[in-house]
């Protein structure tokens, strides 16, 4: 298997790739890939930051020089602290997407080991992501668990 390694500034159209064919199945949403190229001077911005609150971890794709097989991404917040968590610092998957060619072979479980690692690293204590029903086994067997959550979103 190849290793899992932090997302480059260079890695950026394949970053977006990878998050549009995860956006295409879960969402009813626009399929279009317009946004992109807005959206692009971000992310290679942050995949340049090492030291931020933003990482991404890829697999390179096997059969494909210049692609991706597989990335996850995630943020680390502040909340204020709590007694369970006094520090405040909560982990976000936001991202897990693997090239429909070249899932079954552990990536996502490997970028996601390497993310988890990463949010432990920064001291947050605990990782909350959404889980599509075909991702939530992955997700449990790394110690996810379902938690009610009466979250409520507001589009401005």
């Keep these: 298997m190849s290793s899992v390694r932090r997302a480059l500034p260079e890695d950026a159209e394949e970053v ?5 064919i995860m956006i295409d199945s879960l969402f009813a949403a626009d399929p279009s890939t317009a946004w992109h190229g807005e959206s692009l001077p971000t ?3 942050k995949l340049g930051e090492p030291d931020g609150d933003f990482a991404a971890f890829v697999v390179d794709h096997p059969e494909r020089p210049g692609a991706l097989a597989c990335l ?4 680390i917040d502040y909340r204020i602290g ?4 006094p520090w405040g610092k909560v982990g976000f998957v936001f991202s897990v997407a693997t090239d429909p060619g070249a899932r079954r072979r552990g990536y996502a479980r490997a970028c996601m ?5 990463w949010f432990r690293d920064r001291g947050a204590r605990r990782v909350q992501l959404t889980a599509s029903p075909e991702a939530e086994p992955l997700y449990m067997s790394l110690g996810f668990r379902p938690k009610p959550d009466p979250l409520l979103e507001l589009t401005l």
């Design 82 to 85: 709590r007694a369970a968590d």
């Design 16 to 20: 977006l790739r990878l998050r549009q």
């Design 113 to 117: 080991t390497t993310l988890l690692e």
């Design 72 to 75: 996850v991404a995630g943020t």
């Design 43 to 45: 992310l290679k911005s």
